[in-house]
């Protein structure tokens, strides 16, 4: 039997903040308004096209590049206005900027369509 994708976890010391960080981000909200500040926070996108998103709380500091990270299409100075920072900016290898959320956790983003 082959797996099947669930969702996308997230580590984050502050799993309020980065979860908050990226609904506004992303257009996406929390699946419940309720929830314990040291469980982890689960956000959904309200259309209900995107993935699940789980953020846990962790206590040891991101300390090396993400092995496996988010892309998302987006305009990446809308990113930076919210508190992103760039990693890496578009150029002649790649077509697309790494950024990182306000823990660092890196993440490409593809300019939208014209």
Excluded at 22 to 32: E, I, K, Q, S
Excluded at 70 to 95: F, H, K, M, N, S
Aim: contains cysteine.
């Amino acid at each position: 039997m082959a797996a099947r994708f669930k969702d996308v976890c997230l580590d984050a010391n502050d799993n309020a903040h980065i979860a908050d960080w990226w609904c506004r981000a992303l257009g996406y909200v929390r699946r419940d308004s309720e929830v314990d500040p040291h469980d982890p926070i689960c956000i959904v996108d309200p259309g209900g096209i995107g993935p699940q998103i789980w953020i846990n709380e962790v206590p040891e500091q991101k300390t090396v590049k993400n092995r496996m990270h988010i892309d998302v299409i987006a305009v990446t100075d809308d990113l930076l206005a919210l508190g992103a920072t760039v990693v890496r900016p578009q150029d002649g290898d790649i077509e697309w900027d790494i950024l990182a959320d306000p823990e660092g956790n890196e993440f490409c983003v593809f300019s939208p369509a014209p």
